[in-house]
Protein backbone atom coordinates (compact mmCIF):
# COMPACT_ATOMS: atom_id res chain seq x y z
CA UNK A 1 0.00 0.00 0.00
CA UNK A 2 2.87 2.44 0.77
CA UNK A 3 3.82 1.83 -2.57
CA UNK A 4 1.01 2.62 -4.20
CA UNK A 5 0.69 5.72 -2.34
CA UNK A 6 4.65 7.00 -3.25
CA UNK A 7 3.49 5.80 -7.09
CA UNK A 8 0.27 7.82 -6.96
CA UNK A 9 2.61 10.96 -5.60
CA UNK A 10 4.92 10.73 -8.51
CA UNK A 11 2.17 10.42 -10.98
CA UNK A 12 0.44 13.43 -9.66
CA UNK A 13 3.57 15.62 -9.40
CA UNK A 14 4.35 14.49 -13.47
CA UNK A 15 0.79 15.32 -14.05
CA UNK A 16 0.87 18.79 -12.14
CA UNK A 17 4.37 19.36 -14.13
CA UNK A 18 2.99 18.67 -17.66
CA UNK A 19 0.53 21.42 -16.95
CA UNK A 20 3.02 23.88 -16.39
CA UNK A 21 4.89 23.09 -19.58
CA UNK A 22 1.62 23.32 -21.39
CA UNK A 23 1.19 26.74 -19.40
CA UNK A 24 4.54 27.80 -20.85
CA UNK A 25 3.86 27.14 -24.05
CA UNK A 26 0.55 29.19 -24.03
CA UNK A 27 2.74 31.95 -22.90
CA UNK A 28 4.68 31.85 -25.82
CA UNK A 29 1.87 31.19 -28.42
CA UNK A 30 -0.95 32.51 -27.04
CA UNK A 31 -2.64 29.22 -28.54
CA UNK A 32 -5.94 28.15 -26.26
CA UNK A 33 -4.88 24.43 -27.49
CA UNK A 34 -2.09 24.29 -24.61
CA UNK A 35 -4.52 26.24 -22.03
CA UNK A 36 -7.24 23.33 -22.44
CA UNK A 37 -3.86 20.55 -22.38
CA UNK A 38 -2.78 21.98 -18.81
CA UNK A 39 -6.02 22.28 -17.24
CA UNK A 40 -6.77 18.37 -18.65
CA UNK A 41 -3.25 17.32 -17.21
CA UNK A 42 -4.30 19.06 -13.88
CA UNK A 43 -7.71 17.48 -13.93
CA UNK A 44 -5.83 14.00 -14.12
CA UNK A 45 -3.20 14.91 -11.53
CA UNK A 46 -6.22 16.11 -8.95
CA UNK A 47 -7.88 12.50 -9.94
CA UNK A 48 -5.38 10.32 -8.86
CA UNK A 49 -4.47 12.67 -5.92
CA UNK A 50 -8.03 12.45 -4.53
CA UNK A 51 -7.75 8.45 -5.64
CA UNK A 52 -4.53 8.09 -3.76
CA UNK A 53 -5.73 10.01 -0.37
CA UNK A 54 -9.77 8.22 -0.23
CA UNK A 55 -10.26 4.59 0.17
CA UNK A 56 -12.22 4.45 -3.49
CA UNK A 57 -11.67 0.31 -3.96
CA UNK A 58 -12.84 0.33 -8.09
CA UNK A 59 -12.49 3.90 -9.30
CA UNK A 60 -14.49 3.23 -12.26
CA UNK A 61 -17.50 3.30 -10.06
CA UNK A 62 -16.66 6.05 -8.43
CA UNK A 63 -17.14 9.95 -8.80
CA UNK A 64 -13.63 10.44 -9.80
CA UNK A 65 -14.26 9.01 -13.55
CA UNK A 66 -16.39 11.66 -14.12
CA UNK A 67 -13.24 14.11 -13.77
CA UNK A 68 -10.79 11.98 -15.77
CA UNK A 69 -13.79 11.77 -18.71
CA UNK A 70 -14.09 15.64 -17.92
CA UNK A 71 -10.30 15.99 -18.79
CA UNK A 72 -10.16 13.80 -21.92
CA UNK A 73 -13.64 15.33 -23.22
CA UNK A 74 -11.78 18.43 -22.36
CA UNK A 75 -8.79 17.44 -24.12
CA UNK A 76 -10.89 16.40 -27.87
CA UNK A 77 -12.95 19.10 -27.77
CA UNK A 78 -10.02 21.92 -28.10
CA UNK A 79 -8.54 19.68 -30.75
CA UNK A 80 -12.06 19.99 -32.37
CA UNK A 81 -12.39 23.46 -32.42
CA UNK A 82 -8.71 24.02 -33.43
CA UNK A 83 -9.16 21.91 -36.29
CA UNK A 84 -12.20 23.48 -36.75
CA UNK A 85 -10.89 27.48 -37.05
CA UNK A 86 -7.50 26.39 -39.10
Not at 30 to 53: N, P, S
Amino acid sequence: MMLFHFLSGALTMGFLVAGLFFLRFWKRTHDGLFVAFALAFWLLGLTQALLALSNIPVEERSWLYLLRLAAFALILVSIGLKNRRG
